[in-house]
């Protein structure tokens, strides 16, 4: 599994999403999730691309980024409500 060659350009561009990718390193890594992030990020690779190996464009990581902050910020919502 690997990012297209633009995909951190392109995250150096939404410092927004900067952060998010931040957490994601955070909550996906040894020292701060559950599991190893290498097996993590090749089970959403091979969900997302059927094959575990595939290159992920720079879009993809923005949508999911922008995904998951968006996802944290209704759960954030629904807490309060």
């Known amino acids: 599994m690997g990012f297209e060659r633009g995909a951190f350009l392109s995250l ?3 410092p927004g999403l900067l952060i998010e ?14 599991g190893s992030s290498r097996a ?3 089970w959403r690779t091979f969900t997302a691309y059927g094959d575990q190996l595939a ?6 990581l923005l949508d999911y980024l922008s995904w998951r902050r968006e996802m944290r910020v209704i ?3 629904e807490r309060v409500a």
Do not use: E, H, I
């Not at 990718?21 to 559950?34: E, I, K, N, Q």
């Open 12 to 14: 150096l561009r939404r």
């Open 21 to 34: 990718a931040v957490r994601v390193w955070f909550a996906t890594s040894r020292r701060g999730g559950l």
């Open 40 to 42: 993590y990020l090749r």
């Open 55 to 60: 290159t992920v464009s720079a879009q993809d």
């Open 75 to 77: 759960r954030k919502w």
